[in-house]
């Protein structure tokens, strides 16, 4: 897939060489705290239903491929499975004795630029055989990298820069560390990392948690195309839920329809609830949108098919200028100047019904247009930021896409 150059604004907030280097000093996330400190204020950056998420090149992946760290799902156990290499391990895992340690995978990550918040290794079920030290390296790329081997390795050799520096990991083990704040404005943008594993041994999942950089049309396009402003390429995070027991808020924002029930937001069946209430979930757009250019809404039923909700309801909530009639849901992604800001959203929310409740069927997509169901006769002027939708009385979607033109204030700089 193709992407747009970067801006030199944006490469400019990329951190230099020498201020990444062994001496960061990451914050370990205790793994009872990975998702509560993760999963509402950023997205995995390789996640593999992204558009260019994928291995470049590896060191060794003699007994289990470099491709599974990657999975979505949880690592998995079979005892006493085995293959032509030997056992069979739900991860990458590489031989032993490495002559020329470390062991190492490189990605392109999954969109046009991200920037990196924090780092997930789960070594779930290696014991024994698990790695020892684990380091983070990146490499930003503006244009025109969309294929790396081992040429372009060592030709970019001297602008890897450290993301995690080298940590101890424990076997069957979820690990995490939260990066510090850089001074200033600068932020941790990269378009590849590579992944060391000392000496070597197994690793089964590899999580990168930051933020996507957007590339949206110029500011100077007077008359774009609608985009998807709740799409994860364009900036949109998850914030906050009701229930997410069989499938997580997050996915509703992935590209494309997926491929099972697996991979949408599904609520717990509901008990003893009354009549009228159901399990919401709240989007921050990736961009703020004028009413009266929001064009439709698409919620998409794919694969639930006998537990998908039985209606629907859209809601809106506005961006304010007003800091302190905000709360904090959590830390989001950064605007186009560089600063850090968070997924706000106004305290004692008054969303705006703009969808009433309406009938779902099992595995389509069902699209809400703007002068039809949607009402945004109410919106003119108003710049929307947050979407909530609501699911009666409980149930699964598969995705929520959000179509509008990109609101450009006279003080933002378009990227």
């Known amino acids: 897939m193709e992407f747009a150059a970067l801006s030199p604004e944006i490469i400019q907030d990329t951190i230099s060489p020498s201020s990444a280097n062994d001496s960061i000093q990451v914050i370990p996330v205790p793994t009872s705290e990975i998702d509560s400190t993760f999963s509402s204020t950023t997205i995995n950056l390789l996640h593999p239903s992204l558009p260019s998420t994928r291995v470049?090149?590896?060191?060794?992946?003699?007994?289990?491929?470099?491709?599974?760290?990657?999975?979505?799902?949880?690592?998995?156990?079979?005892?006493?499975?085995?293959?032509?290499?030997?056992?069979?391990?739900?991860?990458?895992?590489?031989?032993?004795?490495?002559?020329?340690?470390?062991?190492?995978?490189?990605?392109?990550?999954?969109?046009?630029?991200?920037?990196?918040?924090?780092?997930?290794?789960?070594?779930?079920?290696?014991?024994?055989?698990?790695?020892?030290?684990?380091?983070?390296?990146?490499?930003?790329?503006?244009?025109?990298?969309?294929?790396?081997?081992?040429?372009?390795v060592a030709k970019n050799s001297q602008t890897w820069e450290t993301i995690l520096?080298?940590?101890k990991c424990n076997g069957s083990t979820r690990h995490a560390w939260l990066l510090p704040s850089l001074p200033g404005q600068k932020r941790r943008i990269y378009t590849h990392i590579r992944l060391h594993m000392h000496p070597d041994g197994g690793i089964a999942r590899f999580r990168l948690h930051g933020s996507c950089l957007p590339i949206f049309p110029p500011a100077t396009t007077t008359h774009s195309e609608p985009i998807d402003l709740a799409a994860l390429t364009s900036g949109a995070l998850a914030i906050a839920c009701s229930d997410e027991h069989f499938g997580r808020k997050a996915n509703l924002l992935l590209p494309g329809r997926g491929v099972d029930m697996g991979d949408g937001w599904e609520t717990g069946r509901s008990r003893g609830r009354r009549a009228g209430d159901g399990d919401w979930v709240i989007l921050r757009l990736g961009a703020g949108c004028l009413g009266q250019e929001l064009e439709r809404a698409v919620v998409d039923t794919a694969f639930f098919r006998g537990n998908y909700p039985q209606s629907v309801a859209l809601s809106v909530a506005f961006e304010s200028l007003d800091d302190d009639a905000k709360r904090r849901v959590g830390k989001g992604d950064e605007d186009e100047g560089g600063e850090e800001v968070v997924a706000e959203c106004p305290a004692h929310a008054e969303f705006l019904r703009v969808l009433e409740p309406t009938p779902l069927g099992p595995d389509r997509e069902h699209v809400f247009t703007a002068g039809g169901e949607l009402r945004t006769d109410a919106l003119q002027g108003k710049v929307?930021?947050?979407?909530?939708?609501?699911?009666?009385?409980?149930?699964?979607?598969?995705?929520?896409?959000?179509?509008?033109?990109?609101?450009?204030?006279?003080?933002?700089g378009g990227t």
């Open 56 to 152: 470049l090149s590896f060191s060794d992946e003699f007994f289990a491929p470099a491709s599974s760290l990657l999975h979505p799902h949880p690592p998995i156990h079979k005892p006493n499975t085995y293959t032509p290499a030997g056992a069979w391990y739900d991860g990458w895992e590489t031989r032993r004795h490495n002559p020329s340690p470390p062991d190492y995978v490189i990605f392109r990550i999954g969109v046009p630029a991200g920037v990196v918040k924090g780092v997930e290794i789960d070594t779930g079920f290696f014991s024994g055989n698990h790695a020892e030290h684990v380091s983070v390296t990146g490499l930003f790329l503006d244009s025109g990298h969309e294929t790396f081997d081992d040429a372009a």
């Open 165 to 167: 520096p080298p940590q």
């Open 384 to 412: 929307v930021r947050w979407v909530k939708m609501e699911i009666f009385p409980d149930g699964g979607v598969k995705r929520l896409r959000v179509f509008g033109r990109r609101y450009e204030s006279s003080t933002s």
